[in-house]
């Protein structure tokens, strides 16, 4: 009985027509390759990209001498930006220390590559935003708190060794918000410990 081999062909994970870098070491030919919006900017013809949306204004209310003031809000720190579906994205696994914003020698390794990446002539005249995330094992508090740490980790590590301006990237701590893979709380998942680059447009 004769089989017929078929060899794999690694692609890019699609979600809704728009292509997303699978999680991983890619290479920084594939991070721009992934990165990189096409069509017409100006027309909005672009794969996905959309940009940073206008702060909310602040509201008001009305006080005995008819000026308004602001409304006093609590010390409460503000929720992570809802997650960007839709713009170029990159998914990476960036190995730190448990519990800890310390980068490893794998972490090291994948941000090299994303360093070429971001500070490559193709991607240059973009803005990106680094989003840190984390799986359901601890709370959320703490996790949202430690994500936001790695994910200034990883854009200390990018601006001080590629010159990439630090103006070009926002750090983001999104913790267990948007889950690559969905799980119960408490559950160990490698593949929701990542680090995501969005591309916010120039």
Request: charged share 15%; glycine share 8%; no cysteine.
């Amino acid at each position: 009985m004769r089989f017929l081999f078929v060899p794999f062909l690694a692609l890019p994970l699609v979600i809704g027509g728009l292509p997303v870098l699978a999680q991983g070491s890619p290479s920084a030919a594939e991070i721009i390759s992934t990165l990189k919006p096409t069509g017409n900017l100006v027309g909005g013809s672009t794969r996905g990209i959309r940009l940073s949306g206008a702060p909310a204004p602040t509201p008001m209310t009305q006080v005995t001498t008819g000026q308004p003031r602001p409304t006093a809000h609590a010390a409460a720190p503000p929720p992570p930006p809802a997650p960007t579906h839709g713009a170029p994205s990159a998914s990476l696994t960036v190995n730190f220390s448990s519990g800890s914003a310390d980068l490893t020698p794998q972490a090291v390794h994948a941000l090299n590559e994303l360093g070429r990446a971001l500070s490559s002539t193709e991607l240059a005249a973009y803005k990106f935003r680094i989003e840190g995330h984390t799986d359901t094992v601890g709370t959320p508090e703490a996790n949202r708190a430690l994500s936001e740490q790695r994910a200034k980790a990883v854009v200390a590590y990018i601006t001080s060794h590629f010159a990439v301006d630090a103006a070009r990237l926002q750090a983001v701590g999104m913790g267990e918000q948007d889950l690559a893979v969905p799980t119960p709380a408490q559950t160990a998942e490698p593949r929701n410990r990542r680090v995501l680059v969005v591309n916010l447009g120039a």
